[in-house]
Structure formats: C-alpha cells, structure tokens
Nanobody, 123 residues
Framework: VQLQACGGGSVQAGGSLKLSCATSRRTSSNNGMGWFRQGPEKEREFVAGLDWRGQNTNYAESVKGRFTISRDNARGTVYLQMTNLTPDDTAIYYC?????????????????WGQGTLVTVSS
C-alpha cells in the first residue's frame, strides 16, 4: 500500500499551503483518513481527521479555524488546506488511513502511513 503525500514546502508566517495525499480507492474508500505531524524533537501528534464519507471532521485544538481537511473518494485523495501558518506548525506531516470508518486522534488507530512531507514556516 502506497500513500503519496505532497504539497509541503517553506512559507513565511501567515502563509498557506495545501497538502494532498493519494492512495488507491480500494485502500481508503471505506476508511477514515487524516493527518498527523511530528515537529522537531516532538512526538507525532494528531492534526485532523475525517470519516469515510468526509462528512464528519475532527481537528486538534491548535489548528482549529486555520486548517481544513477534505477528501475526494473518487480519487482516493485526502487534502489538508493550511492557512495562517505559524512557526509552531513546522513539522513533517504524515497522511494516514484509519483502521475503521473514522479517524481518531491516536496513532494506534492508523492502518497505513504516508511517507511524510516537510512543512517549514519561518517567522
């Protein structure tokens, strides 16, 4: 199973980026999907998740109101629109496919991980 994430890069504080992660429809169509991140010298943490239909979403408090997660099941792709970025958002972002129809906040709920894409926000 391959999850191909892209869209990372370097931006200044206040800027925006949109991440995307493609996988096969067979892999993800009935599963929740989401994003986690791991900053420098930090543990991996939940960022955002949504159910298999993309109708119910969940966000970490630190990104609420700034990040938006969505999915296109026809393409087997999950997106993360990030706005008003701050240096604290600097991290490697990992897309994830859940073990079930809903993406929870714990890493143990992830069935498949993407390879990660680096986001760097400068002040």
């Amino acid at each position: 199973v391959q999850l191909q994430a892209c869209g990372g890069g370097s931006v200044q504080a206040g800027g925006s980026l949109k991440l995307s992660c493609a996988t096969s429809r067979r892999t993800s169509s009935n599963n929740g999907m989401g994003w986690f991140r791991q900053g420098p010298e930090k543990e991996r943490e939940f960022v955002a998740g949504l159910d298999w239909r993309g109708q119910n979403t969940n966000y970490a408090e630190s990104v609420k109101g700034r990040f938006t997660i969505s999915r296109d099941n026809a393409r087997g792709t999950v997106y993360l629109q990030m706005t008003n970025l701050t240096p604290d958002d600097t991290a490697i972002y990992y897309c994830a496919v859940a073990r079930r129809a809903w993406m929870g906040t714990a890493a143990r709920e992830v069935q498949y991980w993407g390879q990660g894409t680096l986001v760097t926000v400068s002040s």
